[in-house]
């Protein structure tokens, strides 16, 4: 018996723990923006809540708006 197409493109665990358990991404979350960009932001600010309050802030102000 074959398996259906869109389960063979599920990947494996990302993350494997003691006792059986892991880490799993979730596959239908999206982000506002690439992880690449998340992840200078946190650089930037020391800390990822604070790069996303920082990008969340970014999104909300308008064209030619400073923070």
């Known amino acids: ?6 389960l063979n493109d599920v990947p494996e665990p990302v993350l494997k723990l003691p006792f059986g358990m892991q880490i799993e991404g ?5 982000g ?3 992880i690449s960009t ?3 932001a946190a650089r930037e600010t020391g ?6 309050r920082t990008l969340s ?3 909300r ?3 030619g708006e400073r923070m």
């Open 61 to 63: 102000a308008r064209p």
């Open 47 to 52: 800390s990822i809540t604070a790069a996303i």
């Open 32 to 34: 506002t923006y690439p």
């Open 26 to 30: 979730d596959h239908s979350s999206t």
């Open 1 to 6: 018996m074959t398996s259906p197409a869109h």
């Open 38 to 40: 998340y992840a200078e």
């Open 57 to 59: 802030n970014a999104t």
